[in-house]
């Protein structure tokens, strides 16, 4: 089992670029979110999919889009890249939304700067 | 909204005992988790408190005390391979989103 892949691992971008990150996981899990981490802060989850077919707003969404395409594949779109959203992205998933076990599996991260 | 806290740096010896703590306001609260970052890599889950008390993975024990919105990591018998950072989240009982604290950068020296 590979886990969670992200594609790309780094990537340059000029403002005003668009781009969309890659995420899949292959661990049958219902549930998927995007984070985005600045230097020497916490994870802010930007959007997440509880489940297939449905996706939803986190804490700072502005500027992003993302795609559920099917279970194993969640996608994160920047339509007009800005300096601000240089950052590191990760993807995760777990097996439900709900329940009383709790554990993300986080991907590698894709390593974004915006000139 | 939700809010976690945790203390930015914390530095410990090799062998020592060091707790992290973690308060916490959240609507709708379910649990608290515990992640270990290292640098440049990913979160890693390390453990999870939906009641009260104390869950013990190996070295690592995690507290909980909703009704002081508090909770702590506990890391035991400390190696120069826990240097790392260490984040509190907690979860809500909608969808499973999680709010995460902005870190503890754990130092261990020999």
């Known amino acids: 089992n590979a886990g969670v892949t992200q594609t790309p691992k780094f990537q340059v971008l000029k403002t005003g670029q668009s781009m969309t990150l890659q995420c899949a996981q292959d661990m049958n899990h219902n549930s998927m979110y995007w984070y985005r981490q600045d230097p020497g802060m916490g994870l802010r989850l930007i959007y997440y999919s509880a489940s297939e077919g449905t996706t939803d707003k986190g804490e700072v969404p502005n500027g992003y889009n993302v795609s559920r395409l099917n279970k194993r594949e969640f996608s994160l779109r920047l339509e007009s890249a800005a300096p601000s959203q240089t950052s590191v992205y990760f993807c995760?998933?777990?097996?439900?939304?709900?329940?009383?076990?709790?554990?993300?599996?986080f991907g590698p991260g894709t390593r974004l700067t915006v000139l | 909204g939700q809010s976690l806290e945790q203390p930015s740096e914390v530095t410990a010896v090799e062998g020592a005992i060091v707790q992290i703590n973690c308060t916490y306001q959240t609507s709708g609260f379910y649990g608290l988790s515990w992640y270990q970052q290292h640098d440049g890599g990913a979160p890693t889950f390390l453990s999870y408190n939906a009641l009260d008390g104390l869950e013990e993975t190996g070295r690592f024990s995690s507290f909980l005390s909703r009704s002081d919105s508090y909770g702590y990591l506990l890391l035991q018998e400390l190696q120069m391979k826990d240097s790392a950072s260490y984040f509190c989240a907690s979860s809500n009982t909608n969808a499973g989103k999680s709010t995460f604290g902005d870190g503890t950068t754990l130092t261990v020296k020999p």
């Open positions: 995760a998933s777990r097996t439900s939304p709900g329940g009383s076990y709790n554990e993300q599996f």
